[in-house]
């Protein structure tokens, strides 16, 4: 498995380290109630199919990723900076 | 025997064996199977099961017979594949599972048990009683049947493994791949050609084809030369592709030197290749299958296509009298290029009836089947059955032909699934089983020469497109293009056992008995019988095993399906895939630069992640490791200690928002430190439980370093880019790891400014320098930080100076430290020292603590939001309740404490429903006198004075303790600003 990090290029799935869904990235505000923090810590789809996850390039540029690939032909269609991503959301 | 005149193999180049303890002569360019063969040895291996003869079947790595054993000693290697390995002098090869000899083999006696012996008889037979399976059973029947043995010595070999990069792979080099490698290198792709045998080619070395107008191996020969003057060519021979894995990758096994014996002073025996390709033309080529019938076993009988490889590539006739059998024309041409090398041809049996043939010069049945095979350790004669019954020829060698498949197994590796085509009755690839793959030639279904190579330009011509390079155009050279017809014929119907799975000794009867007794499903069916579960995985026989049980089931082939095709396709030795990973090599090790005088002071080494620390420092007349503690920590207690820290994560944080940062990450407030103070910090997870904790100094309005335990330098730097990148990517702020930038000593006792001030350019006192200082020294004419923290709650510093100067710092402090009664401490002394305090690590801070569980609830500051404290707040996080950090001290009559030991009201019963908490670290306190314990207690901090039960289940220890504050020395703090 490969992944292109936008800033190195096409690199080994080994180089990275997988954090788990993209959720992470939308952290709630402090009163944003239990139910929102329980999703945000807590709850995770698992779909047969697109789903977006957080890598991060640790042995190379240092840089998280938003990795949307596909669970069921391990495709990935996008890869893109999380601080794009989240810079992007504000 | 040798055929005068044929074979590529350098007749100028005797190299001489051995098998089973005799020698043997070949020439270079021999596999062991065809020397053997050229020496009339036929009888090569035993079943699996059964112990039968048999002899060689096929002429590549898909051969079940004829498994032997190569080397001695430690470089013994079983299974090897005598097809696959090529001779070189001083080759020493062994025949396996046969007992005392492999021509009479004693465990062969199970042949005559078959009837006993058949689908599932190990889950039917040897029930009862039950405990006899692991005890007598298993082991006998492991012993009866087998594979060859491992050495049980050491590896001694060299493996490597190894990373390529193309915009063609290229799997396979016969027509098909030939072609493609050409056209796309013309085409200017980087291109990788991987070949499994030894000499590129494929079936054209093996067969008399022409193409373009010369014999097709000299045609190979100068595809092969044209892309080996290509620089954007790379050619792999004596390589297979072993798996197809996401995104274009896929692993190749590379046999570098068992061609060549040289096995010692580093020669590498194999190489595990990871290939990276943007698109990969899939040109594997198609196997024979055989056709089952009545002891079609027998050493002598083998495919068609391998009597032709053996012949036409080796120059070797397998047999004087050949008999060949088959249902399609590849029996044709066998029987011709025997008769042209002037081989004599005993009959040819073809299973079609309207098939004609013209003065061939030999005897020709056609709708005839051969239904048995005369003979025991070799082949003797063939019963075949015509309209007119049956009839016996003498024949020592039969040639057999089922058909083809086409090598569709790296298409399945991403859960595809073959399609089944009528018309060829094999399977094909389904079209985008692998993304960005193109199957092309006989793996496809196309099985003229003709076909092959067009299909190879045709794929070529794809992949440049689809690499975005432009098309070029290249003829297609002249060759055969004859169609290829068969009428399928998987069993000859008749009595006896008729094999399919030759290594795993599945007959067309088991296949049955397994539908019989409803295991109709394949997979269920592949199970029941083992077919196609050895170690070659069932290549030439589990179509033919799926037809048997369509026709045993009433459905057809395509309706049965296939078993699942998994990676690899050849077997891969665990040691190649871990190249590098032996030993010391399993992980990188890291050294402080205090490693080398650690070693010489005679310290035992212990392993702290991938650091090395040393354990403690031994004294001469010292017998034990707590003699030589307890006197380290005395040195912190009472003068002076010297500790390497310096495995501590250190990260270097800067920039306008760095405090902003740091409120963020640390419960407590950092924003509010001054430049040149220290604070103690803890970090918790998102979900509230403790994640780590560590000092961080200010060393300037925007400049940070903070220090993380060893353990977690790696997780936290992660963490810090985390909250920096994905949450707030507007923060202005960085982080360098300098961890191995700076060499980090502990100087700890009453007499540690009187230590420094000797090295120190400017001597530091109480007012410069009070507890929780920092700032910049220099030492010894180093500039170096100077940090006033203390882990073993003594008068304490440490002093950093850049990792270059480490050694010579720690001789010099050490060298002081021994003048004025102390010397180093090691982990041991370390330890003790911060139970002593009550400081935590991760023993204590395991992940599933939070700060209120270790009484640091209040250094989560109300003042702001960080991480984890919404979810620390959450009622059960909170609960009184909880198991809380407390001390522990024996005052039973055992003294001893155990960490890992669990904790029970006194007279309780010691069992889960009562346990009360548990010890998370232990020490003998040399200040206290006794063991002293740490560890969680629900209500812990309400209990002190309260004697429990402590027992230690696993170590069979139990013991009275009292609960007590979790500071044993100096309670007040008052040392370490003194």
């Known amino acids: ?90 | 025997m040798r055929v005068a005149g044929k074979g590529l193999i350098d007749r100028t180049r005797p190299v001489t064996f051995r098998f089973d303890g005799t020698s043997y002569g070949g020439f270079a360019g021999d596999t062991v199977a065809s020397a053997l063969l050229a020496n009339e040895v036929r009888l090569m291996g035993r079943s699996f099961k059964y112990h039968r003869p048999r002899g060689v079947l096929t002429a590549g790595s898909e051969e079940p017979n004829a498994l032997i054993t190569t080397g001695t000693g430690a470089q013994r290697e079983p299974n090897v594949r005598a097809t696959v390995q090529e001779i070189h002098e001083g080759l020493v090869t062994q025949s396996q599972n046969a007992w005392p000899s492999l021509s009479f083999d004693v465990m062969a006696v199970n042949d005559l048990a078959a009837p006993f012996l058949g689908a599932g008889f190990y889950y039917k037979t040897f029930m009862w009683p039950k405990k006899f399976w692991e005890g007598l059973y298993e082991p006998i029947i492991r012993k009866a049947a087998g594979l060859g043995a491992l050495s049980g010595q050491h590896n001694t070999d060299t493996y490597e493994r190894a990373y390529a990069f193309c915009d063609l792979l290229v799997i396979g080099a016969g027509p098909a791949g030939l072609m493609a490698a050409r056209t796309a290198a013309r085409g200017g792709a980087d291109v990788i050609l991987v070949e499994e045998d030894a000499l590129m080619g494929g079936r054209l070395n093996a067969e008399t084809l022409e193409v373009d107008g010369k014999p097709g191996h000299l045609w190979a020969a100068e595809v092969v030369a044209e892309l080996a003057g290509m620089e954007n060519v790379r050619l792999m021979t004596r390589t297979t592709v072993t798996g197809a894995y996401d995104g274009g990758m896929y692993g190749a096994l590379e046999r570098v030197n068992q061609h060549t014996g040289q096995r010692n002073g580093g020669a590498v025996l194999e190489t595990f290749w990871r290939i990276a390709a943007r698109h990969t033309v899939l040109a594997a080529g198609a196997l024979e299958r055989p056709v089952a019938f009545q002891n079609n076993d027998r050493p002598g009988i083998m495919l068609a296509s391998a009597v032709r490889a053996y012949l036409n590539r080796w120059g070797v006739s397998p047999g004087k009298q050949v008999a060949v059998f088959g249902n399609n024309d590849d029996a044709h041409r066998t029987a011709r290029d025997l008769v042209a090398a002037g081989v004599h041809v005993a009959a040819l049996i073809d299973s079609r009836a309207g098939v004609s043939v013209e003065g061939a010069g030999y005897p020709v049945f056609t709708g005839a089947q051969v239904c048995n095979a005369g003979g025991g350790k070799e082949l003797e004669s063939v019963t075949i059955r015509t309209a007119q019954g049956e009839q016996a020829i003498q024949t020592d060698c039969l040639a057999m032909s089922g058909g083809w498949n086409p090598s569709v197994h790296l298409t399945c590796h991403m859960n595809g699934r073959p399609t089944w085509n009528a018309d060829i009755q094999a399977f094909v690839p389904t079209e985008g089983s692998i993304p960005d793959m193109t199957v092309a030639g006989s793996c496809n279904g196309v099985f003229s020469t003709h076909g092959c190579l067009t299909a190879g330009v045709e794929a070529a011509v794809a992949a440049l497109g689809a690499l975005g390079k432009k098309p070029v155009k290249v003829d297609v050279p002249q060759a055969e293009d004859a169609p290829y017809s068969l009428s399928p014929l998987w069993a000859v119907a008749g009595k006896g056992r008729a094999w399919l799975d030759f290594q795993n000794d599945v007959s067309v009867k088991d296949i049955k008995q397994a539908a019989v007794e409803n295991f109709r499903s394949v997979e269920h069916m592949k199970r029941y019988t083992t077919q196609g579960m050895a170690t070659d995985q069932g290549k030439s026989s589990n179509v033919a095993a799926l037809a048997v049980l369509a026709d045993a089931t009433g459905r057809g082939i395509p309706e049965t399906g296939t078993t699942t095709f998994r990676p690899p396709f050849v077997p891969v030795s665990i040691a190649a895939m871990g190249a590098g990973a032996q030993g010391k090599g399993f992980a990188p090790q890291r050294f402080t630069t205090s490693n080398t005088q650690s070693v010489r002071m005679g310290a035992p080494m212990i392993e702290a992640g991938l650091w090395y620390r040393p354990s403690y420092f031994p004294k001469p007349g010292e017998s034990t490791w707590r003699q030589s503690c307890d006197r380290e920590v005395g040195y912190v207690r009472k003068s002076v200690g010297v500790c390497d820290v310096s495995t501590l994560g250190k990260i270097d944080i800067q920039g306008p928002d760095a405090a902003k940062l740091l409120d963020f990450v640390y419960t407590n407030m950092f924003s509010t430190l001054k430049v040149g103070r220290v604070r103690y910090g803890l970090m918790l997870r998102e979900d509230g439980h403790v994640m780590d904790d560590g000092t961080c100094a200010r060393l300037g309005e925007q400049h940070y370093v903070m220090t993380t335990t060893t353990a977690a330098a790696g997780p936290v730097m992660r963490h810090l880019e985390f909250v920096s990148q994905c949450l707030h990517p507007g923060w202005q702020v960085s982080f360098t790891s300098v961890t191995e930038h700076w060499a980090q000593f502990a100087v700890a006792g009453p007499k540690s400014r009187e230590l420094l001030n000797g090295i120190l350019a400017a001597p530091v006192d109480n007012e410069s320098w009070p507890f929780m200082a920092c700032g910049d020294v220099t030492v010894l004419g180093v500039a170096g930080r100077l940090f006033r923290i203390s882990f073993s709650g003594e008068h304490a510093y440490e002093i950093a100076v850049p990792a270059r100067y480490g050694a010579s710092l720690f001789d010099a402090l050490v060298k002081r430290a021994e003048e004025m009664g102390g010397g180093a401490y090691g982990m041991e002394a370390l330890n003790v020292l911060r139970i002593e305090k009550g400081h935590i690590t991760h023993a204590e801070i395991h992940g599933r603590t939070t700060a209120f569980d270790i009484g640091m609830g209040r250094m989560v500051s109300d003042k702001k939001d960080c991480i984890g404290k919404t979810m620390a707040e959450r009622e059960g996080l909170m609960d009184p309740d909880r198991e809380q950090l407390v001390g522990l001290r024996p005052v039973g009559p055992v003294k001893q404490l155990t960490a890992g030991a669990h904790l029970f009201d006194k007279g309780a019963e010691p069992v889960r429903v009562n346990d009360q908490g548990y010890v998370t670290s232990v020490a003998f306190s040399p200040d206290v006198g006794t063991f002293i314990g740490l560890g969680f207690v629900q209500r812990g901090p309400e209990r002190y004075g309260e004697v429990m039960r402590m027992v230690d289940h696993l170590r069979g220890l139990e013991a009275e303790v009292q609960i007590c504050a979790p500071v044993f020395v100096d309670p007040e703090g008052g040392r370490t600003r003194g």
């Open chain 1, 1 to 90: 498995m490969r992944i292109d990090c936008p800033i190195c290029g096409s690199r080994d799935r080994r180089e990275y380290y997988y954090q788990g869904a993209a959720v992470a990235l939308e952290r709630p505000a402090p009163d944003a109630g239990d139910a929102a923090w329980e999703n945000y810590v807590h709850l995770r789809e698992n779909p047969a199919g697109e789903t977006r996850d957080l890598w991060h390039h640790e042995g190379g540029c240092g840089a998280w990723v938003v990795v949307t690939r596909n669970t069921v032909t391990h495709g990935i269609s996008k890869v893109e900076l999380a601080v794009d991503v989240t810079g992007a959301r504000r």
